[in-house]
Nanobody, 114 residues
Framework: QVQLVESGGGLVQPGGSLTLSCVAS????????MHWYRQAQGQQRELVAR???????TYADSVKGRFTISRNNAKSTLTLQMDSLKFEDTAVYYC????????WGQGTQVTVSS
């Protein structure tokens, strides 16, 4: 059974940093495209960043230069380092796996507020 478990969300002031982690089980992690998505209240879910099995990375324009996605295949872990956070980064952040993606975590709330 596939499980993606996110952690690391919370409340942070503008300009601050947070690190999100996603631990995967039940999948061939190293073979899969992995993603971070987010969904702000009243908005559609949007891609934040993805990393392919070969290491190729794609970022949304809104987070380029501020967020860093990485993967640790040995630990089946996906990480999102978020720096210089802005009010508009407030959202529920989801880890996802696969091409579709076909598997989703439960999400972790990130709130940027002063």
């Amino acid at each position: 059974q596939v499980q993606l478990v996110e952690s690391g969300g919370g409340l942070v002031q503008p300009g601050g940093s947070l690190t999100l982690s996603c631990v995967a089980s039940g999948i061939f992690f190293s073979r899969l495209r992995m993603h971070w998505y987010r969904q702000a209240q009243g908005q559609q879910r949007e891609l934040v960043a993805r990393v392919e099995s070969n290491g190729r990375i794609t970022y949304a324009d809104s987070v380029k230069g501020r967020f860093t996605i990485s993967r640790n295949n040995a630990k089946s872990t996906l990480t999102l380092q978020m720096d210089s956070l802005k009010f508009e980064d407030t959202a529920v952040y989801y880890c996802a796996a696969g091409y579709g993606p076909g598997h989703w975590g439960q999400g972790t709330q990130v709130t940027v507020s002063s």
